[in-house]
Nanobody, 123 residues
Framework: QVQLVESGGGLVQAGGSLRLSCAAS????????MGWFRQAPGKEREFVAA????????YYSDSVKGRFTISRDNAKNTVYLQMNSLKPEDTAVYYC????????????????WGQGTQVSVSS
């Protein structure tokens, strides 16, 4: 069992930056691939970024590639999402999730989800 808690959301102006954190409970965090997803009002939840258990592989949606960076610290049981050059269209609730296989994260087949953190970008 893995419990995930996101933090770091907030209100920022366009062009600004935020760093989201996702803290995981449990001793098996380093067995899981991790991902970030987001859901804007009236839209379906969409994939943002994924990272493999050893940080050897990362993958991004086209909409955030070059602006967002996913990373993890297995010693701290935490995964991060550094978001730069934020745009109003990045406004959403951001969720982290975990899956035992990297390919499942990319395909949005997560075993565990956090409760989400709100990111709002003003123009």
């Amino acid at each position: 069992q893995v419990q995930l808690v996101e933090s770091g959301g907030g209100l920022v102006q366009a062009g600004g930056s935020l760093r989201l954190s996702c803290a995981a409970s449990g001793r098996t965090f380093n067995r899981y691939a991790m991902g970030w997803f987001r859901q804007a009002p009236g839209k379906e939840r969409e994939f943002v970024a994924a990272i493999s258990w050893n940080s050897g592989s990362t993958y991004y949606s086209d909409s955030v590639k070059g602006r967002f960076t996913i990373s993890r610290d297995n010693a701290k049981n935490t995964v991060y999402l550094q978001m730069n050059s934020l745009k109003p269209e990045d406004t959403a609730v951001y969720y982290c999730g975990a899956a035992e296989e990297y390919s499942k994260v990319v395909r949005n087949r997560l075993n565990y989800w956090g409760q989400g953190t709100q990111v709002s970008v003003s123009s």
